[in-house]
C-alpha cells in the first residue's frame, strides 16, 4: 500500500511558478515509478512528468522545458516545479505511483498506475 499526499496548488498569474510536493507513506526512491498527472472536468486524466524506477524522467509534449520533477529520497517526497505557467495549465493535479517500471504509455494509460493522491487545484489566470 502507498498514500500520497499533494499539496502546493494554488492560484498565479500566467507566466508565474508553483512547486507542488507528494509526500509518499514509504519510500519509493529506485524501486517505484511516480508521476504527476493532470485532469480538468470533462477530460481524460493525462500524465505530465514521470520518474521512472532507474532515475529517468520524461515529460509531456506540452511541458517543453518549463517543468522539473525531482524527488528527495530522505523525505519520501516528489516534486513538480511549474514555470512559465500558462492559463492552460489550469487543472487537478494529482500524484500517481506504480511499483516497478512505468508504463510506456504512461502519458495517455493513467490507469496503469495504482495509487494516487487527492489532488491539488493548479489555476492559472491570464
Known amino acids: 500500500q502507498m498514500t500520497l499526499v499533494e499539496s502546493g496548488g494554488g492560484s498565479v498569474q500566467a507566466g508565474g511558478s508553483l512547486r507542488l510536493s507528494c509526500s509518499a507513506s514509504?519510500?519509493?526512491?529506485?524501486?517505484?515509478?511516480m508521476g504527476w498527472f493532470r485532469q480538468v472536468p470533462g477530460k481524460e486524466r493525462e500524465g505530465v512528468a514521470i520518474?521512472?524506477?532507474?532515475?529517468?524522467?520524461k515529460f509531456a509534449d506540452f511541458v517543453k522545458g518549463r517543468f522539473t520533477i525531482s524527488e528527495d529520497s530522505a523525505k519520501n517526497t516528489l516534486y513538480l516545479q511549474m514555470n512559465t505557467l500558462e492559463p492552460e495549465d489550469t487543472a487537478m493535479y494529482y500524484c500517481?505511483?506504480?511499483?516497478?517500471?512505468?508504463?510506456?504509455?504512461?502519458?495517455?494509460?493513467?490507469?496503469?498506475?495504482?495509487?494516487w493522491g487527492q489532488g491539488t487545484q493548479v489555476t492559472v489566470s491570464s
Open positions: 520518474i521512472d524506477k532507474d532515475g529517468t524522467t
Open positions: 514509504k519510500d519509493f526512491f529506485r524501486s517505484w515509478c
Open positions: 500517481g505511483a506504480r511499483y516497478g517500471w512505468c508504463p510506456l504509455d504512461w502519458e495517455f494509460n493513467y490507469r496503469q498506475l495504482n495509487y
